[in-house]
Each structure stands twice: as C-alpha cells, then as structure tokens.
C-alpha cells in the first residue's frame, strides 16, 4: 500500500473519497497472494523448489488477469472509475513484485534462522 500512495503522489494522483475503495482491496489481493505463496513455500524444500513450482506462474497469471479486469476502468469517463483502475493497477504490480521477491526472501530467512 505504501509503495502505491508513493506512485500515486509521484504521477499527481490525489486519495480522495472515490478512489478510496483501494485500501482495502489492496490489503485482500495481498493476503490472497501471500497465502498462496506462504503456503507453498512451507510445502517444498528449497527457494529453488519453489521458483520451479506452478504457483509463481499461477500468482503471474492471477495478478494480470486482476490488472487487466481493473486496468479496464482506465477508459472510463468519469475520473472516480478511472483513479480506482489507476491505483489497483498499480497496487496489483506492486504486489506481485513483492510476493514473488520479498516474500520468499523473508520466508527463507526466517526457515534459515529456526534452524
């Protein structure tokens, strides 16, 4: 969420009382995708395993599919609609990159610290 409001004020997009609905959608989609990840990498031995894993390819295809559904409201009129697929674009992206690099960098340091 941090890292979307940053990119949200870096291209002049203001928080405002229609977009946001963001907030806590970008929390749901991150659980959803975290959990998946968190679930599979407990279930195999190494990062490696898991990289080689479907969930990654299934994590890919899930975010992009959401980023083309939200990204649809993009050529919406009305600047509410298109503020929402702005920022749950961005925020979809954001949220791939992060559980598919530092999630699992986080999951193996602390499988490597109970050791």
Partial sequence: MLSTMAAAHWTGMALNM?????????????????????????SVASVRAFYQSST??????????????FGSLLFAEHRGMYSIGFLLSIAIGFLLLYSLTVLPA??????????
């Fill in 18 to 42: 229609a977009n946001i609905i963001v907030i806590p959608l970008i929390f749901g989609l991150g659980v959803d995708n975290g959990s998946h990840i968190v679930e599979r990498f407990r």
């Fill in 56 to 69: 990654p390819k299934a994590a890919i295809l899930s975010s992009l599919t959401t980023m083309a559904t």
């Fill in 106 to 115: 986080l999951l193996f340091g602390v499988k490597q610290h109970a050791k």
